[in-house]
């Protein structure tokens, strides 16, 4: 494997991740739990379709076949996105969207600080500016974490059941393979200890605000980085994939 | 349960558009805190870069004129037109008067 090849699945995988979860958010545009938060959760789904947009183009140019992010965004078959089980859960009820979310921001936030630092020039700007947006979704999520786990009866009780559930693809986040190792000994992107250590931390101190507890079974999932999705996936690619696959190469 | 107790309380929220202007009354939204009211006044009225600050009033706290009073508040003052600086040229460059 070559490094361009390891970078195209790297670049490919963050792009995902960003682009499942943002598509997730939107379909609670208008069905949010309170107008205030519709607008949140979609400025956030926006934000991280903004990220995928980057993140796509970047691996498009290192595609051997230089794809647009428009054809890598709609026109791949499941098993070739890449994205990580967790982001593709469907958003539940709203406790169920704000863990996984919380889940998933409070791993996206350290991972693009160290990112910054990659010797991978478009890597690391597009990590700075994707930066600043994370770190107000961590914020969103966590005060709704412990607003939720630290609130009423029900609220605490369904909250941990989200968590519960959702924690055994929070593992993934975690994947390393080939890519990976030979992308970290070029230092094009970073180890993932100090990573995995963070966000532990930051689990650790909101869930302890939040009057939760992690589950104690040691269940891990995990399949999407290598393109194995759950039965979610084909239902929410269908909706997303749709304009595309009707009106080929239809642009907004 | 009357629908007040349903609801969280109302805030008004006043947005700095940029430095050296004012916070101006921008809307009102919904909010459990004052943390909470601060956030969703972020989400709901500065999505498209309208400002660089926030405050969060609850509405409560506001009290106003009685509108019956308008005659004797506002009226007097509409005949008064050199209270106005319209009598100086504004020199080239000045902004925001």
Redesign the interface.
């Known amino acids: 494997m070559t490094t361009k090849e390891a970078l195209y699945k790297y670049v490919l995988r963050l792009g995902d991740d960003s682009l499942i979860l943002g598509q997730r958010l939107s379909e609670l545009c208008g069905h949010g739990p309170i107008l205030e938060e519709d607008i949140a959760t979609t400025n956030i789904s926006l934000d991280l379709i903004g990220q995928a947009t980057l993140f796509l183009e970047y691996a498009g140019s290192l595609s051997n076949e230089f794809k647009t992010n428009d054809e890598l965004a709609f026109l791949r078959l499941e098993k070739d996105y890449l994205n990580v089980l967790l982001v593709e859960q469907p958003n539940g009820h709203f406790g169920d969207t704000i863990m996984r979310q919380f889940l998933f921001d409070a791993f996206r936030l350290p991972l693009l600080t160290k990112l910054q630092d990659s010797k991978d020039n478009t890597l690391s700007s597009i990590a700075e500016k994707a930066l600043k947006e994370t770190k107000y979704h961590l914020r969103h999520s966590s005060e709704w974490v412990v607003r939720l786990g630290d609130g009423t009866e029900e609220s605490h009780h369904k909250i941990q059941e989200s968590l519960n559930t959702l924690y055994r693809y929070s593992h993934e986040l975690f994947f390393v393979d080939e890519a990976d190792v030979l992308l970290q000994q070029e230092a094009i992107i970073p180890e993932l200890d100090d990573i995995k250590s963070q966000w532990s931390q930051t689990i650790k101190d909101v869930l302890e605000m939040a009057t939760l507890s992690l589950p104690t079974n040691n269940w891990k999932f995990e399949g999407g980085r290598m393109g194995r999705h759950s039965e979610h996936m084909g239902y929410l690619l269908a909706e997303m994939q749709y304009m595309q696959r009707t009106y080929p190469n239809m642009e907004w | 349960m009357t629908i007040e107790k349903k609801n ?1 309380p109302l805030w008004e929220v006043f947005i700095r558009g940029k430095q050296g202007l004012n916070h101006k009354h921008v809307g009102s ?4 805190d004052s ?2 009211a601060i ?2 006044a972020r ?2 009225y500065t ?1 498209r870069a309208e400002g660089i600050s926030i405050w969060v009033v609850p509405s409560n706290m506001i009290s106003a004129s009685d509108p019956c009073d308008e005659e004797s508040l506002f009226e007097p003052s509409q005949s008064k037109v050199y209270r106005h600086p319209t009598f100086y040229d504004v020199p080239d460059g000045i902004s925001h008067m």
């Open positions: 969280w939204l919904r909010a459990s943390v909470m956030k969703n989400d709901v999505r």
